[in-house]
């Protein structure tokens, strides 16, 4: 049905192998970061932040959600804020560190 | 399931939809959870059970057209714009980010607390898996590529991407055994231990992990094995596909699990 896809010419000219070049060259980057030298904690924040731009990517144009009504993203984002709760929490449990 | 009669019809699909094999399948699961806790021969009785429910439904629905279902509101499906079973899908995978961030959290935590972490590459093979990673990028696309194709009506393109989306998964799988073949009998990475002098608990994290996201990939595998298999019988067309949309949703969701797992587990 055209109509669960919004307005059927959207179909056609879909970026899908352009996100795909970008996917490549982006992993490429992670896999060569240490090329750039940063501070541990800068180099961990850059992975993440480019594992996040990537896992966006996905979701946003092969996932469709992009296209689709804006509601529908609240639901993996409500899970992102629920984990967030997690993350914390655990991130807390971690301060004291535990003999081994 | 009956409405595959009405298929020729062209009319509004019949209000039917029971089938027996879905509660087959609950029982089957009931049962081998039960039989996790209680006794082997339980699970293996419930795992019987789910298997016949499981095949009796993609029986019938081998048979049966891939229609979206806007539900029986008044409101006309462009309004709705999400069909009942995307939606259904979207909040399954939003459960499954509760687990896998579960698995990974609970690894990391550990990690901060634990001395003698090993560093990036020191033990793991990370250009093999960031070839893996590219993989699962690949994979994502011909996945997407086939939903397209399914959209235009084009039936060769369609089967072409399915297939070629199937021989990805298989291929990242591959890899990832080959993997762990060689971690676990000659690298020493085992679930109770690492080699040397790095934490013990770096092989339980990467096993449990991997290990978990390796067996949603073979999960996605299968299921992408019989999509493709209704795609070859002509079980698809442009009205009637939306199963390659759901199937797509789930294989880019563990594509996305991959790409943090990746960056957490192999480049951190």
Redesign the interface.
């Known amino acids: 049905?055209?109509?669960?896809?919004?307005a059927a010419e959207a179909?056609r000219k879909?970026p899908?192998?352009l996100?795909?070049a970008i996917?490549?060259i982006v992993?490429l980057v992670?896999?060569n970061?240490q090329v750039f030298s940063l501070a541990e904690s800068l180099r961990?924040a850059v992975?993440?932040i480019?594992?996040t731009f990537?896992?966006a990517l996905?979701?946003s144009?092969?996932?469709h959600m992009r296209y689709?009504?804006r509601w529908?993203a609240f639901?993996?984002l409500?899970?992102?804020v629920?984990?967030s709760a997690?993350?914390l929490a655990?991130?807390g449990?971690?301060v004291a560190?535990?003999a081994? | 399931m009956e409405h595959a009669k009405d298929a020729g019809h062209g009319a509004a699909p019949a209000a039917h939809h029971g089938s027996l094999w879905p509660f087959v399948l609950g029982f089957g699961a009931a049962i081998g959870y039960a039989g996790l806790v209680m006794d082997l021969r339980i699970l293996g009785l419930g795992v019987v059970i789910f298997v016949a429910g499981a095949v009796g439904w993609l029986r019938d629905d081998m048979r049966s057209p891939s229609?979206?279902d806007?539900g029986t509101l008044i409101a006309?499906?462009?309004v709705v714009?999400?069909?009942s079973r995307?939606?259904a899908t979207?909040?399954f995978?939003?459960?499954e980010?509760?687990f896998f961030?579960?698995i990974i959290?609970?690894s990391?935590?550990l990690r901060?607390?634990?001395?003698?972490w090993a560093t990036p590459g020191e033990v793991l093979n990370?250009?093999l898996t960031?070839l893996n990673?590219?993989i699962l990028?690949?994979s994502?696309?011909t996945?997407?590529?086939a939903l397209?194709a399914a959209?235009?009506g084009n039936q060769k393109q369609l089967k072409l991407f399915l297939a070629a989306t199937l021989a990805l998964g298989i291929t990242f799988l591959s890899i990832q055994g080959f993997e762990y073949l060689k971690l676990f009998f000659e690298e020493g990475l085992t679930f109770t231990s690492a080699p040397g002098p790095i934490?013990d608990l770096y092989g339980s994290t990467f096993y449990i992990q991997t290990g978990v996201h390796g067996s949603h990939v073979l999960a996605g595998v299968l299921a992408m094995a019989y999509t493709t298999i209704k795609a070859f019988r002509g079980g698809f067309t442009k009205?009637n596909h939306e199963a390659v949309e759901l199937v797509?949703?789930y294989w880019?969701?563990v594509?996305?699990v991959w790409?943090?797992l990746?960056?957490?587990v192999y480049?951190?």
Do not use: Q
């Open positions: 049905m055209a109509a669960g896809h919004g179909v879909r899908y192998v996100v795909f996917l490549a992993t992670e896999l970061v961990i992975l993440l480019l594992a990537k896992g996905v979701v144009y092969y996932m689709e009504p529908l639901i993996p409500g899970a992102l629920l984990i997690l993350i655990l991130i449990t971690g560190p535990v081994p | 229609r979206a806007y006309p499906a462009d714009r999400v069909s995307k939606l979207w909040l995978l939003a459960t980010i509760m961030s579960a959290g609970v990391w935590s901060v607390r634990s001395a003698d990370v250009p960031g990673t590219f990028i690949c994502s696309l996945m997407v590529e397209a959209e235009r934490n009205e797509g949703l880019h969701f594509d996305v790409i943090f990746f960056t957490i480049l951190i």
